[in-house]
């Protein structure tokens, strides 16, 4: 993805009507490089709600241990997930809908978010091998997470179970259709209402 929201945003050339999907928690997940910094910006704007960055709810702490190219504990992640959750449920109480961007790494990371939302939560995986993740973390400016940490948190992803409300699309694929898919899926009768 790389080029970033302001750039992504102009694809969207369809707005709809995100009565037709909620109340819903959208979290866009997958490792560091897969773009979900691009698609979830692009949702949040197809569907007139707001997109949360989930990295803005790290502690200082655990930006620093990033930064020096540790991995984070689940003990760093429980805070972070629970104020991303609390974030989360604060605007789909008051708007209906919204959209983040989250690592969610592990089933039990999703179903903290998910408790913490407290309204139906959709999650869409981008996925991409972990040559193009690493060329992609290479080339990525003005970010705290170091391409070292890849490996550690290609580790430690599980991928969505059949239980899991989710969809996995491949990150290779342009933002503008990765867009049309989450968008069918989303609004499709089969996903999480």
């Known amino acids: 993805m790389g080029g970033g929201a302001r750039s992504g945003a102009r694809l969207v050339q369809q707005q709809f009507d995100k009565t037709e999907i909620t109340p819903r928690a959208i979290i866009v997940m997958g490792v560091a490089g897969s773009g979900k910094s691009?698609?979830?910006?692009?949702?949040?704007?197809?569907?007139?709600?707001?997109?949360?960055?989930?990295?803005?709810?790290?502690?200082?702490?655990?930006?620093?241990?990033m930064r020096?190219?540790?991995p984070l504990s689940d003990e760093d992640r429980w805070p972070w997930l629970d104020r991303l959750g609390l974030a989360m449920a604060s605007e789909v109480a008051a708007e209906g809908l919204a959209v983040a961007a989250c690592s969610a790494l592990k089933r039990r990371y999703r179903e903290r978010l998910a408790r913490a939302i407290r309204a139906p939560t959709a999650f869409v995986l981008l996925q991409a091998d972990e040559v193009e993740l690493a060329r992609r973390l290479t080339t990525r400016q003005g970010h705290y997470m170091p391409a070292s940490l890849l490996t550690s948190q290609l580790a430690a992803l599980e991928e969505t179970w059949p239980d899991e409300p989710a969809i996995v699309l491949d990150a290779r694929r342009s933002p503008e259709d990765l867009y049309r898919a989450a968008c069918a899926w989303l609004r499709s009768p089969g996903s999480p209402a």
Request: a negative charge.
């Open 38 to 65: 691009t698609l979830g910006p692009l949702l949040a704007e197809g569907f007139g709600c707001r997109f949360i960055e989930g990295d803005a709810f790290h502690s200082e702490n655990s930006i620093a241990k």
């Open 68 to 70: 020096a190219g540790e």
